[in-house]
Structure formats: C-alpha cells, structure tokens
C-alpha cells in the first residue's frame, strides 16, 4: 500500500487516500514505437501549469454522471461543471460563483444523447466513447484577445508546433440572424503574425458555438494544424481533410439563445475553450492515428498478447477495426465503472451496457480473445490514466469484477441470439433481408445492440431492411434520450441576469430552519414575506391575474427541493386570495414559490407563508433517518460503502449505495440493531455552519459529488461538529464514532424523535448499486406488526404442512394454493426486509414440501383412475378413448401415462370435463409409429374444439372448449383410427 495525493477540491484541503499498487503489466508506457516523443500525461501536465501561471485554478475534473442535470446521460465536454456560472444559476455560497478562471482535464463520454460518435468508434482513426477534453475558462474576466494569444504562446512556444503549419477560423456572421462578422477576433489573430491567408471566415455551422436550442452561445475560434506542412494548406480546412486537422475550439460567449431564437447579450461575457487530449498527443507525437500513441498503444499490445491475433495494423479492415473498438470501450467502461456509472437497463447505464457487449462482441467474435480479456486489460488502463485519476487505481478490482460478471451475462445471451440468427437465416428465402423485428427483438429482449446484429449478419452476406427497422424504432420510441426540466420551475440565464440588474437580493432561506421544540412538539414559526418579483411564462412582469406563475420573495419557511430532498407542501395567501404551492424550487441564490393565481397579485405585495407542518416533519424525520442508516450501513459491512443517490421524501426514504450483493438476513438484522439502537440514545442533531475546509477535515464525514457552498452546513449526529474539530488531534486511530455529514436538508433535533427507522426493501438496482427503501415512525411500527404477524402466519402453515402428509389430493391443493397466497403477501408487503428473506427462505421450502405432496397425491389418484380404466379397457387395447373424472391436468397426464404402462403398445386418449364447457386432454402413443403423433393428435382434437395442445411425438396435452364432452371424444376416436388405417 501506499499513499496517494488526490485533486484538491476548491477551498478544500488536501486530500490523501490510501490505495492498492497497480499489479504489473506486461507492456511499459514508454514503447519502442514512442521512445523519446513527449508523453501524454506530459502534454497535459504542460497544459494545465502554462494556464496555472496565468492566474487559473485547477478545478479537477467531475465524474462522468452529470451532477443534478438530467439533460445529459454523460459528461460530454469540459463546460459541463461549468454551466451553473455559465447560466447565472451557481449558488453565491459556493467556491465556483467566485471563480473566474479556470483550467482542468476533463473525462467525457460520447456515446447516447445528441453527442453519439459510438456508431464512429473503430471505423476512424480519431473518434472515442471515452476522451479527456483539456480546456480553460475566463467567467467575466479577460475576453479574445487574452484568449487567442495565450493559445498561440502554448501551441508554437510549449508545444513547439510550426507557426507555419496553423491555420484558424473565424465566424464571419450571419444576416439571418443579424450577427455581424467576428472582425475582433480576426484583428487579434492577425496581430499576432498569422497571415491573412490562414485566417478562414466560416459561418455558423463551423464558427459559432451553442450550449443547446436555448442558453449561452457566441461565436468561436477553430485553431486547425496541417500534418504534412510545406504547401497552402487553406482550402482543406474544414473540409474532412485527415491531414488537417482541428485541434482547439476558443468559444466566446456572448449572447444568450432565447425560446424565440433571440439573441441577447450575456451580462458577463466569459471564454470556453476545449481541446482533445487524444488529438493533440496524436499531433505532438507525429502520429496519423489516436491509437498509435501512448494513450493506446500499450493497450493494443496488452490485448495482442491476450488474444494471440495478428498484430494491429492500423488499417481499416475488420481485424483492425476490433483492436480500436476494444480497447476505446474498455477505457470508457473503467472510468465509468470508477464513478460508480454500472451496466444497466436504462439511461447512462443502459448505454454502458451496450458499450460493453460490443466491446465483448468485437474482442471474442474478431479477435478470438479468450473470456475475461476485457477485465485484464483494466491493470493497463490504470497504468496509463491512474496517475491523473486515481480513482482508476483504487476502484481497480471493482471494476474488473464489474467488467467480468456482465460479460458473462452476455455471453448467455449471445449464445440465444446466435441461434436465433441461425434458425431465422434458415427459413429465409436466397436473397431475402433478414426481418426487421426479428433484429428488434435481439436488441429490446436479449440486448443485442443493433450494430452488432449488423455485424453478425454482414458476415453471413444479409443485412436487415433498413426502412422497416426504421418503422419499428419509431413505433417503440417513447421518450428522447435527453429528457428536459420543467420550464414552468425553473429561472433561465435572461430572467436571472434581469433580476440581478434589478438589484433584487436573493432569498433569505434561513426561516426554513427556525423550529424548535416545546413541550415535546414542534413548533414552526409563522413566516410573512413581501413578493419581490413575479415570473410569468420565463418572463418578470409586475402582475399576475390568472395562471401558473413564480414568486420570488426576500424569505422563506418553505425548504426548495435540494441535497435529495423533496420541497415543502402548503400555500402561501394575501388579503384577497388564497395560493396552492406547486412547486419550490432554488437557482442562483433566489427561491422560486411556483403557485396557481386565481387572483390578482403584485410585486411588492405581502404574503403569508402557510407550511404543510406534518409533511415537513416527516421528511425532517425521513432525512435524519438517511443519515443514520448511511451510519449503520458503513458500521456493518465497513468503509468501502459509497452513497449512490438518495431521496428524502413525505412517505418514505431511498437510499442507494455501491456493494457487491444484496444484503444477508443477518447483515439487515444488524443493521436494523444499529438503527433501533441509535433511535433509543435520544442523540442530539446538530446542525451548525463550518468553513468548507474544515468540514472537509472531520474524520469519518460523508460527502457526495455535489458543489458545497462555504461556509457549509454539517449535519452531526451524538456530537457537534466544533466538539468533533476541537479533539481531532486525538484518538486518530479510532473507529468512526458518529453519523457527520455535509447536507443542506433539514432535520428533527434528537434521534428518539425519529421513534423508529427500519428497512422494508432492499435489492440490487443495477450490478453493484443496492437500493434500500425505509420508513420511519408509524409506518415503521405498522410494518414490524405486519411482520410478526405474518412470522405467525407462516409458523402455522409449517406446522400443517410438516406435521403430516395431506390424507388427498384436494388437501395437498389447498395446502399449496395457502403457501402460494402466504408468499405474495410477504413478497409485496410492508414489512422489515430481514423478515422478508427469512420468511421468504422458510415458504420456498414449505412450497417444495408441497409440491412433493401435491406429485405424490397427483400419482396415487393417477394410479387409481388407471386402474379402474384397465378394468374397462383390458381386452380392447389397440385404441383407448374415455373420460376421467378430475379437474387437474397433471392428474388426467398421470393416468395416461400410467395406462400406457399397463397396456403397452395401446394408443390412449382421455378427457376430463372441469366446468363451463372446459375440456382437459391429454394422449400418448408407442414409441416407433409414424401413421400418428401425440402432438397432431392433440392439437387437432384442441383445435376443432376451439382450443389449443403442445407436446411431443409421444406425449401431448391441451385444453378445448365444449358443452358436450362426448362429442369431443367421439371425435377424437375418429380422428385416430382414420389416420391409423391410413
């Protein structure tokens, strides 16, 4: 073991994390083929010291799960952590709304949403799921010129690029759209030496850059670099030439996209710029591909060797193709996996999972990879990206567990598909397109990514028919990619900037937290305000008659939905009308009351706040109780648990958390100990404000990945968090000892008030992310009732079932159908989740008592009906049609059998009549005759009686429907000796 410094957050302290040493591998990073170029961790290093000696903070880069921003599946640009300042939405507490300049390396993923090159992976040569975007950030301080010169020094002095070989584009306006032509940007560049033939205008296709169909945008700058040099290389620009290519985009906001298409001028004019790590190194190295740097390049080797395929080329062939594929979808898998993103079946996840499968698609069906060489290659990853992202290192034996497992999965379901193709393939007509839906099916049923059908059936000489297949992906599209917020509860970058020319103060939030406690109840403070803006349809008016709109006031008692907990329910009133709240909302520093009006209110209007106190106590109670049960989760199975997501709400709390299986009966049992036990000291809850620093610097505090304001708030739980502070010093060695945690939520004051918290669920969300449902309170105690009574429910019936064996076959049924009813109801029940899977243990084997019973009672009357037959039918054989007198199938299928037995070579068919014109059947014939199977014979008979049948040559079975049970028999006899004579 060793330590490792990790990236300091901003404000925070440093941090140090104690992880594995990477095992060995076999290829080192310093390859013949790369010896003596400059590194890529060298060229980013470069990159981030030149901007931190012009006055830019190292913000470290975000996971690839977009913090609170459902409009995206991945991270897909450095700006993305950015778009808070950028928006005018960052809450003035925190460290981002001061900062001004910024610089980091950022890991995106491109694969899903509007950003998609997965399709392009493997193909080319400069396309990747997975890339480092290095970038650096002025938010209203310097503009172009600063930008453009900064830019050129890196490239031609750092970098030592030929000023000769760079070319840049400018946006040269649009009168549609009234933007004039970019001529400051222009002038700088020229002032700096390029000449006027390698200054390209282009329109807003290349050179003017967009957030989305809404918000910041402006024009930009493209710096482009000719490979070859020595020639005029202008006209290529821009033109898909591989041997020019654009390495840098410096993006000058200006203006904001309005819903109209407006453009309006941005209050602060800020600098974006974004490189691709990949491309640049590719450049500095003299390479003509990505893959051949030091970024790539140990990986094809280490997967050459695992495979034993011919060695990568480079080329464009299906061999080559696989090597890209490979080991660009293995880069993105671990550094996804390491930010807890898992192969799933929706969303992100579910993208991660078909990133997966292709890449195993391409390493076992191409290359002839053995199983498991995704998971090997990880070591390799983390050797090459581990020193910038040590979470790569210290999550490495997650994520080839990770990696393995869904592997496997897939390989099951690989297997089925493959036959699938097989037998359809073989019902097709010479020169037919391969079905469309049967693709579908592959994809929606077995995950099948459609390119990977693609590929198995290109290999075969087929194709699907596009035109179809496009017909069914619309008929089954039911929601973008790219889900969008609520507009009517939101504040854009225009309405906040507007606000803020307006000088309207943002929203004193501190009444939400003024409650106390008298005489053991909770007393919440009545709370007036006075409207201080009104937002109608995204826009400030000063009145409001009818209508959904937004009231921003200089306080409120009502907690907006943050820091995964639901807002507070009640209403707000004036003297003339009442007001439903709908929504509460916070963005950049002003809270957002969003109320139905019925009547005419203003700006400047008194309003009295009325909080909903019964739900604000429960999710104070349910919000405390997240915390605790974060506590008794780390005390039971230790530190390596990491929160997921969680959600406080009225009913109920969600809590989601990294592991490696579903919890045992007794790990639940103890953690539900360390619950009731936490419940019964009567803790006290402290809430208090420390600097972020210092609250980074409590031992044993929890933190998701959340921008946190300074001063923060930390929630503590026996001890305060000063206490905690003012001893540090001492017992270091000692265990975690209390629930701390930065959290904005409010909570209840002692933990007794909490009366009880236990789990009611708990399961695997997604492989390695476990999700627990709790509840607190009364519905806690009317959960631990239903429990103990289903205990005794379930303690009964075993005692009848296992005390002595049923005395019929009417007994044994209704013994099952108790267990079968016994089971949903504890399957779907409110109870404690350990009670759960002991009383779900304790009903699997009282159903497989049963079912022994229920065989053995189905054989003994099956036993019997064929005696009573073979007294009937002893001299006839040959053919045997009758009736049965049961309701069971499994019976009527018994006596078959059991008089084929006793009267071998005989063709048998019984019936049995249940009720309503229902009609059980059931045949068997010998082995060895061909004039007639069980199967045709079944069915047929089924089929006349508006029925249905399956089975075998020998055996079959069915059900058909008929008043008069004779005529079916009748005909079945018919039927039988016809095809017999035949």
């Not at 290529?236 to 309005?258: H, S």
């Not at 002839?368 to 034996?397: F, S």
């Amino acid at each position: 073991m060793r330590l490792l410094r990790l990236p300091r957050l901003p404000g925070a302290a440093t941090a140090w994390a104690r992880v594995p040493r990477v095992p060995r591998v076999p290829w080192s990073l310093h390859t013949p083929q790369l010896r003596g170029l400059r590194s890529a961790a060298q060229v980013r290093s470069d990159f981030i010291e030149f901007y931190r000696a012009r006055g830019h903070e190292l913000v470290p880069s975000s996971p690839v799960r977009p913090r609170a921003d459902p409009s995206l599946l991945f991270v897909n640009a450095g700006m993305n952590q950015f778009k808070p300042l950028l928006l005018g939405t960052a809450d003035p507490r925190t460290p981002l709304s001061s900062l001004r300049r910024a610089v980091n390396s950022q890991k995106c993923v491109r694969a899903g949403g509007k950003h998609n090159d997965l399709d392009d992976v493997g193909k080319d040569h400069s396309h990747h799921t997975f890339f480092e975007m290095m970038g650096s950030w002025s938010f209203g301080d310097y503009f172009k010129s600063e930008a453009c010169s900064m830019a050129w020094t890196l490239l031609t002095e750092v970098y030592q690029i030929p000023k000769e070989r760079l070319y840049v584009s400018f946006f040269n306006g649009d009168p549609g759209s009234g933007l004039p032509p970019d001529l400051e940007t222009r002038e700088v560049w020229l002032q700096l030496g390029l000449p006027p033939h390698r200054v390209l205008p282009f329109g807003l296709e290349d050179n003017f850059w967009e957030m989305g169909d809404t918000g910041p945008c402006g024009p930009c700058t493209e710096i482009h670099v000719d490979l070859r040099g020595a020639r005029d290389a202008a006209p290529l620009v821009n033109r898909g030439c591989p041997e020019v290519l654009e390495i840098w985009n410096l993006v000058f906001m200006e203006y904001n996209r309005q819903a109209d298409a407006s453009l309006w001028p941005l209050p602060l004019r800020s600098v974006d710029t974004g490189m691709g790590l990949e491309r640049l190194v590719s450049v500095l190295q003299n390479k003509s591909s990505n893959y051949d740097t030091d970024l790539f390049l140990p990986l094809i080797l280490h997967l050459h060797q695992l495979s034993g395929a011919v060695p990568y080329s480079g080329g464009p062939g299906l061999l080559d193709t696989a090597y890209r594929v490979v080991v660009d979808h293995v880069r993105t898998l671990a550094v996804c996996i390491a930010d807890g993103v898992h192969p799933g079946m929706s969303g992100a996840e579910l993208v991660l999972r078909r990133i997966l499968r292709r890449a195993v698609r391409f390493s076992l069906e191409v290359l002839k990879a053995p199983e498991g060489t995704l998971g090997r290659l990880v070591p390799t990853v983390a050797q090459i990206l581990g020193g910038v992202y040590p979470e790569l290192w210290a999550e490495q034996h997650r994520i080839v567990e990770v990696i393995n497992e869904n592997e496997a999965q897939f390989l099951s379901s690989l297997k089925q598909g493959t036959r699938l193709i097989q037998r359809t393939l073989h019902k097709m007509e010479p020169g037919a397109a391969f079905p469309a839906s049967v693709a579908w099916s592959l994809h929606r049923d077995l995950g099948f990514p459609l390119d990977l059908v693609d590929l198995v059936l290109t290999e075969r000489g087929v194709q699907v028919d596009p035109e179809e297949l496009d017909q069914i992906k619309a008929q089954n599209k039911v929601a973008s990619d790219s889900p969008r917020a609520d507009d009517v509860t939101t504040l854009d970058v225009a309405t906040l900037s507007e606000l803020q020319r307006r000088g309207v103060p943002h929203t004193d939030e501190s009444a939400a937290y003024q409650y106390y406690k008298q005489d053991g109840k909770y007393v919440f403070p009545s709370c007036s305000a006075q409207v201080l803006a009104l937002v109608y349809n995204r826009t400030l008016v000063d009145q409001v008659s009818e209508g959904l709109c937004g009231l921003i006031l200089d306080q409120t008692c009502f907690y907006s939905e943050k820091g995964g907990q639901s807002p507070d329910q009640g209403y707000l009133s004036t003297q003339e009308a009442v007001l439903p709240l709908s929504d509460v909302t916070s963005c950049g520093g002003y809270v957002l009351h969003v109320v139905q009006v019925s009547d005419l209110i203003r700006t400047g209007d008194q309003v009295q706040l009325h909080l909903d106190q019964s739900s604000r106590l429960s999710l104070m109670m349910n919000h405390t109780a997240t915390h605790l049960l974060s506590f008794a989760l780390r005390q039971v199975l230790g530190p390596t648990v990491h929160q997921r997501g969680s959600h406080v709400s009225v009913d109920r709390l969600r809590f989601d958390y990294s592991t490696k299986s579903v919890l045992s009966p007794s790990q639940l049992l103890q953690v539900d100990l360390v619950l009731c036990d936490l419940v019964q000291r009567d803790l006290d809850v402290f809430c208090e404000e420390l600097s972020l620093r210092s609250a980074l610097s409590l031992r044993g505090v929890r933190t998701v990945d959340e921008v946190y304001p300074d001063p923060v708030r930390v929630v503590s739980v026996g001890r305060s968090a000063s206490d905690l502070l003012q001893d540090q010093g001492q017992n270091q060695n000692s265990g975690l000892e209390t629930s701390v945690e930065l959290c904005c939520g409010t909570h209840v004051l002692q933990s007794s008030d909490l009366q009880d918290v236990l789990v009611v669920s708990e399961r695997q969300f997604i492989k390695g992310i476990s999700r627990i449902i709790a509840v607190t309170a009364n519905a806690a105690k009317q959960a631990r009732e239903v429990g103990v009574a289903l205990e005794q429910e379930v303690d009964s019936l075993w005692t009848r079932v296992t005390g002595s064996a049923p005395d019929s076959l009417q007994a044994a049924e209704r013994l099952a159908k108790e267990v079968g009813h016994l089971t949903n109801e504890v399957d779907v029940g409110l109870v404690p989740q350990w009670t759960r899977r002991e009383l779900q243990t304790k009903l699997k084997t009282l159903q497989r008592i049963c079912n022994t019973n229920l065989r053995k009672m189905e054989s003994r009357q099956g036993s019997l009906e064929a005696q009573i037959l073979l007294q009937k039918h002893r001299s006839e054989r040959g053919l045997i049609v009758d009736l049965v007198r049961t309701d069971s199938l499994s019976v009527l299928m018994k006596t078959v059998n059991q008089l084929s037995s006793l009267l071998p070579g005989s063709y048998v068919f019984l019936l049995a009549q249940v009720h309503s014109g229902k009609v059980l059947c059931a045949c068997q014939v010998p082995k060895g005759v061909s004039s007639l199977s069980a199967s045709d014979w079944a069915l047929a008979v089924c089929e006349r009686f508006r029925g249905n049948a399956g089975g075998s040559d020998l055996v079959a079975k069915g059900m058909a429907h008929a008043d008069d049970i004779m005529a079916v028999l009748e005909w079945a006899e018919l039927y039988a000796k016809e095809k017999r004579q035949r």
